[in-house]
């Protein structure tokens, strides 16, 4: 663990050293030089339990493909941000470096940590590096509202969770997960158990996002730059997803009478963002929208506590980390043409720029799960579980399967079809760069499909 962490760290020495004019190559080379590095956690994660163990970090198979998402992402958010950036005063552009970099140092230690409490307070810490990235880089005035949003939600939900903490280490001694997983603390169905379970889970619902409980979502993502979208889609969401899995299986015994109004809400709010998607007129808003819709299938796959569900669950969010993530660089290359995301604005793409229209349509078919995509592999495990648990919930999944098609070509059709604009008419082509960090978005989900068990962990 820490032969990543501690090269992550140096990341900030190199960037305030490193001459202007060498930063973002030499920023980019050692974060990549680290995301290579953390592919050799890969091999393990086949292996039940803990690896790499010391004290307080440590990787499961559970841990293993987010950790490693986190780490690929870096590279990728300097990449995509260089062009936004770049016009800026030198030592604005050390410290936007330097927060991306900080922001990839609490998730290592969110997702490796044993210690629930520290996973707690990295959960938290990541809220001030992206706070800072949307509220001072963002496009527009909205961005401060959108940081509000951003904060309160997060921190509404998460003050219940870190009381629950507390009472759970007064009852049991300890919030190691080395040692919860042996023994788990003696639940009755009362009152005050029940208020504690929807304590326990109230914070990653928040972060998932739950629908309802969603709207910081849309307005973090329209408003933040570039590697503010791509990490939240990415990385951000995916914090929710892995504390419920980590905190649901302590609290099984009230989890299987509890679950059921919180799972039929998150795959009614699969359908109802989805309709939303469809009256989408901002690109950014739509893909925003369509990764709430994405989440509600996993809130599903994790709350029906099967190990398929499970299974499906890590699959979804992983895929649905590359590929969103890719939608929103996508997305960018035309804003940073453009400066605009209005829909009917962006029109004939294709014609324009027939290479990236390649790309919209990879990643719009790796959105709509078609097979062999891996996105497919997550949605059907978790509909085979909720289908085990209730038939009637084949409505709900094959129904927001069925709009998440139609939004997804929607998007593709606005985008890539029609006749051009004047106004777009001259555009200039992508560069090396662009094409190189979609590739890089891309290919590990086309390979993916290849070796699934590297995401499958233990639990196929």
Not at 144 to 160: D, I, K, R, W
Not at 259 to 272: C, D, K, N, R, S
Not at 273 to 295: E, F, N, P, W
Request: glycine share 6%.
């Amino acid at each position: 663990m820490l032969k990543i962490l501690i090269p992550t760290l140096m990341l900030l020495p190199t960037t305030w050293l490193v001459s202007p004019k060498w930063l973002w190559t030499t920023t980019t080379a050692q974060s990549l030089l680290v995301a290579c590095l953390s592919l050799t956690w890969l091999k393990r994660s086949t292996e039940p339990g803990w690896t790499t163990l010391n004290s307080y970090l440590a990787i499961d198979p559970l841990s293993t493909p987010l950790l490693v998402l986190t780490c690929w992402l870096l590279p990728l958010m300097i990449m995509a941000s260089q062009n936004h950036i770049f016009p800026e005063p030198i030592n604005r552009q050390r410290t936007y470096i330097s927060l991306l970099v900080s922001l990839q140092a609490f998730l290592i230690m969110a997702f490796g940590a044993t210690e629930i409490i520290l996973f707690y307070i990295m959960f938290e810490a990541t809220l001030i590096p992206t706070l800072a990235i949307i509220t001072r880089w963002g496009n527009q005035a909205e961005r401060l509202n959108a940081g509000t949003y951003f904060l309160f939600y997060t921190l509404a939900g998460s003050l219940p969770l870190l009381v629950a903490l507390l009472t759970l280490q007064k009852d049991t001694g300890t919030l190691s997960m080395l040692l919860m997983q042996y023994s788990q603390p003696a639940l009755m169905p009362s009152w005050t158990n029940k208020i504690w379970w929807a304590a326990c889970l109230l914070a990653f619902l928040v972060k998932m996002p739950l629908y309802g409980i969603h709207l910081w979502l849309p307005k973090a993502h329209v408003e933040a730059p570039i590697a503010g979208s791509m990490v939240l889609a990415a990385v951000l969401l995916k914090l929710g997803g892995y504390g419920m899995m980590r905190v649901v299986v302590l609290l099984d015994p009230l989890t299987k009478e509890l679950a059921y109004p919180f799972i039929i809400l998150a795959l009614w709010g699969a359908i109802m963002t989805g309709t939303t998607c469809l009256r989408q007129t901002d690109l950014k808003a739509l893909i925003a929208y369509s990764s709430v819709s994405h989440m509600g299938l996993v809130t599903g796959g994790i709350l029906i506590q099967t190990p398929w569900g499970f299974t499906g669950a890590i699959i979804l969010m992983i895929a649905h980390g590359l590929v969103s993530s890719a939608l929103f660089c996508l997305a960018n290359t035309v804003y940073e043409r453009t400066n605009t995301r209005t829909l009917l604005i962006t029109r004939g793409m294709q014609t324009l720029l027939p290479l990236t229209a390649v790309w919209w349509f990879i990643a719009s078919l790796a959105n709509l799960a078609l097979p062999p995509f891996p996105n497919l592999t997550g949605e059907m495990a978790i509909m085979a579980s909720l289908f085990y648990w209730s038939e009637w919930t084949l409505i709900l999944t094959g129904l927001a399967a069925l709009i998440t098609i139609i939004y997804t070509m929607y998007m593709f059709m606005t985008t890539q079809w029609g006749p051009v604009p004047p106004s777009m008419s001259n555009i200039e082509p992508p560069n090396n760069r662009e094409h190189l960090l979609i590739s890089l978005h891309l290919i590990p989900v086309l390979l993916l499909i290849l070796k699934p068990e590297l995401v499958w962990g233990w639990y196929h």
